[in-house]
């Protein structure tokens, strides 16, 4: 299993541009997640989905959309980039079907930096 | 709602050096906790968990002991190396089954 993956590794991107940060994992989980990490602030969590279709905010989800057209994709669409959406972003799956014991599964992360 | 408070850091230890990283959490119910290890350039991953008070997890020579009384899940490990240098990160989950972390612990070990 290749577990979750993530593209694309870095990205530069211009203050008004758009772009998509994709996420595809491969073990048949039902629940996904999109986190910012911003330097010593922790993780902050953008929206989270809890299978396809089903989709939700979570603490930080101004200036992103997100779709959850099947179980293994979820991606994260910026629209109108801003400098302040500098940040680390990193996708999580967990299985969903064990409570709160279910460990999350991280991608690699996306390092995005808008100028 | 849900929090996490960890010691911040970093914490820069000699090897070899016992090695203590607190964490206290708030929750309604009974939640379980979580440690997960970033190392540089990575996404998190798991290191240990407990679902259920007195539960000690334990991975890697890490142990944390789910402790309800004090609402306290303090990660150890005894003897530490330059290889365990990385951030880590408490967390639990509760009833609404969405994770709430800490903001982190950089562990930084000198050879």
């Known amino acids: 299993n290749a577990g979750v993956t993530q593209t694309p590794k870095f990205r530069i991107l211009k203050i008004g541009q758009s772009m998509t940060l994709q996420c595809t994992q491969d073990m048949n989980h039902n629940y996904m997640y999109w986190y910012r990490q911003d330097p010593g602030m922790g993780l902050k969590l953008i929206y989270y989905s809890v299978g396809a279709g089903i989709t939700d905010k979570g603490e930080v989800p101004n200036g992103y959309n997100v779709s959850r057209s099947t179980t293994e994709d979820f991606p994260l669409r910026l629209e109108l980039a801003a400098p302040s959406q500098t940040s680390v972003y990193f996708c999580a799956s967990s299985y969903g079907g064990r409570g709160s014991t279910d460990t999350q599964y991280f991608g690699p992360g996306t390092r995005l930096t808008v100028l | 709602g849900d929090s996490v408070t960890q010691m911040e850091g970093p914490v820069t230890l000699s090897e070899e050096a016992f090695l203590t990283i607190n964490c206290t959490y708030t929750a309604t119910g009974y939640p379980s906790l979580f440690w997960y290890v970033q190392y540089p350039g990575e996404g998190l991953q798991l290191l240990l968990k407990?679902?259920?008070?007195?539960d000690k997890g334990s991975n890697k020579g890490f142990e944390a002991t789910y402790r309800k009384e004090t609402t306290s899940f303090h990660l150890e490990k005894g003897s530490v190396q330059v290889s365990d240098s990385a951030v880590y990160f408490c967390?639990?989950?509760?009833?609404?089954?969405?994770?709430?972390f800490g903001r982190g612990t950089s562990l930084i070990v000198h050879p």
């Open positions: 407990a679902t259920k008070a007195d």
């Open positions: 967390a639990l989950t509760g009833g609404s089954y969405i994770p709430t």
